[in-house]
């Protein structure tokens, strides 16, 4: 073992994985509780509590995993569960999922508490409690970049991001994955025309030819649709093709071997690098795949991500509860105007001041730093933001998530 690599404090969960933040969870399960569950984050003043929720008053597949896999995420120590009481959502087997996982939960029901007074008082005593369980039963333990997952996204793209932000990112996912880290790359809407590519990088065939029919799949979705992922935002910026912002969004991904292709939730069953596919399975029910860059991100976190690496050409403000955000900014003239939102200055490559290998090493440093207890400047601001909506998939196939032998 390389005696160089980075080793901090984890938090270790009973499932054997390790957390680098302890955060408690207010998850309201309809937008009914939405209010009344702001309330206890808001009363508790805690930078730790945070919210979560599904808005849905329907029950949904989709949902139910998601806030499962949110709520039993390594850097979860325990959960409140908000109900109104008369929502589709099954909130006992959600509890009895989190419980399983051995993270104290508990649940109200608004119509049983009383209402909104009774249900806020009651909340913050609950969470209060449960955060010393928490607190007193999660040991803490020595930590690696391979027990870590970084997720990557980019919003705001500009004519800059395919030249500096996003291959710096790609370097360092080829970093972390030499390492035996687990990195996970996304979306297919965004990579239509670097399909062959993706496939040609799979390590097996069968993972390959999913991979080309994913990206397939979001291109029809898109079709229907009428409208694709290319934004009047990009076009300001410079980009001036979908094939571009492609090849732009495709270079986050590096050039490791594509190890599987998940679905959100989808757990990586090893090191490795991986695609996630967001745009839904069957016909176009939804409307957009996702409707803002906070959704892709609570995907990326239900797959497991600890930190996401966020690039921006035109700039995006954006945190996320759960998992810090680490903002990589690839316009300096972006970068001079939003410092204070921005972690990493890859505009510098443009200028040449730095090279794609000094901001990989920069990048590489920050999830080190964050990973280790240091704060990324989204959850500086106070940054938590939180989209879960309706969709639809179908299990992934074994093709999907090769054995590791196969590699």
Known sequence: ???????WNGYLRPDGRKGIRNVFLVAYLVECAHHVARRIVTEIADDDVQLIGFPGCFPSVYADTMME?????????GVLLLSLGCEGFDREGLAERIANSGRPV?????????????TIEAGVAKVRELQAISAENTPRVSMGVADLVVGTICGGSDGTSGITANPAVGRTFDRLIAESGTCIFEETGELIGCEQVMADRAITPELGALIEQSVEKA????TVLGYGSFSPGNAEGGLTTQEEKSLGAYSKSGDSPISGLLKPGDQPP???????????????????PNISDNAEIVELIACGCHVILFTTGRGSVVGSAISPVIKVCANPETYARMADDMDVDAGRILTG???LDQVAGEIYEAVINV???ARSLSEEMGHQEFVLTYKQFEPAGPACLPVRSQR
């Open 219 to 222: 291109e029809r979705y898109y």
């Open 353 to 355: 001041v730095a090279d």
């Open 270 to 288: 090893g090191p490795g690098l991986y695609l996630l596919d967001v745009v839904p399975d069957g016909e176009v029910r939804f409307g957009f």
């Open 69 to 77: 896999r949110l709520a039993t995420h390594p850097n979860v120590g």
């Open 1 to 7: 073992m390389n005696e160089n690599l980075a080793v």
């Open 106 to 118: 508990e649940t109200l029901v608004i119509q049983q508490q009383g209402g909104t007074r009774k």
């Open 371 to 373: 990973a280790g207890g």
